[in-house]
């Protein structure tokens, strides 16, 4: 009898553990079972896809040509149809150059808002869409730009401010008379020049192109007092040979040979006489 017993108690361990591991076995089915469900712009309840990332799952779709208008040209952006106005905004960042945050789109007239979905707002293949940049933003990349070329051309003038120091010291030498090389009149019209050529490649706008037309004229009023100073300088060199010619001809009019440049006259006398020797 105590064998019965035992035998009957072991078959109820048995019993047991099978029913915990179908149960176990149950409960990872069921996990497995579990489908993630996600809603779709505009309220459709759907499957999850698995797989893919986020962004992926929510823009996965059919795709869709957009001809979007900007500063008088048109971009063609292919962009899935159930995307966001926010995704083509950062689509248009890489095309345009201008950041989401100061993008505006309007489509039908009416500006959208970046959470709001392409094909709800009737955003279909080849529709139009205005894009234009944030006002505000735009008056503030203005005024950063006026700084900017504000600061360059400030740098030409302190550039300029030197050269007109070696522009004064030409100018007392060839009021003293001094003869100035060459050199120096094409050396320093040279950087002038590329001063000039500076202040030519900054855009500026506003009170900074008024300061840019005044720089130029700086400049150039520097090349003409240059080229004055080289036109007086090479008579000054004139006179100076002339100088010298006129010493040499008074030399010549002395009448003797001392400090002539010119040799004395001097005869010479051939006698037949011959002397007599004892």
């Excluded at 009957?8 to 990872?28: A, G, H, L, P, R």
């Excluded at 069921?30 to 469900?37: G, L, P, R, Y």
């Excluded at 689509?91 to 345009?96: E, Q, V, Y």
Aim: hydrophobic share 35%.
């Amino acid at each position: 009898m105590r064998k019965k017993s035992s035998t009957s108690s072991k078959s109820k361990n048995e019993v047991i553990k099978d029913e915990n591991y179908k149960f176990t076995e149950f409960e990872e089915e069921k996990k497995n079972c579990i489908i993630d469900w996600e809603v779709r712009p505009g309220g459709l309840l759907v499957q999850k896809r698995v797989g893919i990332s986020a962004e992926e799952n929510y823009v996965a779709g059919p795709m869709i040509k957009i001809k979007v208008s900007y500063d008088s040209c048109y971009h063609d952006v292919v962009v899935p149809a159930e995307s966001t106005f926010g995704n083509l905004k950062k689509i248009l960042c890489d095309t345009t150059g201008l950041h989401p945050n100061v993008q505006r789109l309007l489509f039908q007239g009416k500006e959208k808002d970046e959470n709001e979905c392409l094909h709800i707002s009737g955003v279909k293949d080849m529709s139009k869409v205005i894009l234009m940049e944030d006002p505000a933003s735009k008056e503030l990349k203005k005024i950063q730009d006026t700084s900017i070329s504000s600061e360059a051309i400030a740098r030409v003038r302190v550039e300029v401010d030197k050269l007109s120091h070696r522009v004064v010291a030409i100018e007392e030498a060839v009021q003293r008379g001094t003869k100035v090389e060459n050199r120096e009149f094409v050396v320093l019209t040279e950087l002038f020049m590329i001063q000039l050529l500076t202040l030519d490649s900054i855009e500026a706008e506003g009170e900074a192109k008024t300061q840019r037309r005044k720089e130029v004229h700086r400049i150039q009023s520097f090349v003409d007092m240059i080229d004055n100073f080289k036109a007086r300088s090479s008579s000054i060199a004139r006179n100076c040979i002339g100088t010298i010619s006129m010493v040499n001809t008074k030399w010549e009019m002395f009448d003797s040979g001392i400090g002539s440049l010119n040799a004395p006259n001097q005869s010479t006398k051939i006698t037949q006489e011959w002397e007599v020797f004892d």
